[in-house]
């Protein structure tokens, strides 16, 4: 990651990447999940790239098309990709909310549910559903909603985030298990585990296989 994102810009943006690599078990588990995978990738919810530049540096080097409604942070990211000369990465300014981009392959939605509605996540996570190939994986990283104290952790976490301007929306609803389930077992096996590494946060992958 480094040689990416020794580039930055933005002292924060510097940090804030070091520390997400350093604490945060996420992209190593995406890798896990899709680093094989021949299938290209729609990244939902892709802030400053990390995902994609991640998944290059280990190997993976299917297309991957990544979107994100915060302007500023793709304009970083396809800064970033030109001054480094990547080849098969793009990123694009989208709301989720308008639908997505025509796709088949892999697709990834990571923290970004708690945004959204609970009318709008059912829409976002059938329309996500429907765009992975069979073969293919959507993977999701999310916040549940139940009564832990790592839910409440998690909730002061992204409050905190809108407050401090780093992220542009505050949380609308988290959803729980049943929730996910529900909606995602109509289309193929659902798999939930916790995903907090060193984080204090109530954070599950989420992986619907098809």
């Known amino acids: 990651m480094n040689a990416v994102y020794s580039h930055i810009r933005r002292t ?7 520390a997400k690599l350093r604490s945060d078990p996420l992209y190593e588990a995406v890798l896990a999940e899709i680093g094989d995978s021949p299938l290209p990738l729609l990244d939902l919810g892709c802030g400053l790239g990390l995902l994609a530049f991640y998944l290059r540096e280990k190997g993976v080097a299917v297309p991957i098309h990544s979107l994100d409604y915060d302007r500023r942070k793709i304009d970083e ?10 080849t098969g990465l793009s990123f694009a300014f989208h709301d989720a909310r308008e639908g997505l ?24 996570l059938k329309l996500a559903a429907e765009r992975v190939a069979p073969g293919g994986k959507l993977v999701i990283r999310s916040c549940l909603r139940d009564t832990s104290g790592r839910y409440r952790a ?6 905190l985030a809108k407050c ?4 542009k929306a505050a949380p609308t609803h988290y959803p729980s298990r049943g929730d996910l389930e529900r909606v995602l077992s109509n289309y193929g096996e659902v798999r939930i585990s ?9 954070n599950h992958l989420i992986v619907l296989e098809c």
Do not use: C, K, S
């Open 12 to 18: 924060w943006d510097g940090y804030y990447v070091a």
């Open 154 to 159: 998690t909730v002061a976490g992204d409050i």
């Open 77 to 86: 990211a396809n800064r970033l990709v030109a001054e480094r000369g990547l």
């Open 101 to 124: 981009p025509d796709h088949h392959g892999n697709v990834t939605i990571l923290d970004i549910l708690q945004f959204f509605t609970p009318e709008e996540i059912e829409t976002l």
């Open 164 to 167: 401090t301007f780093w992220m």
């Open 194 to 202: 916790p995903l907090w590494g060193a984080t204090p946060f109530n």
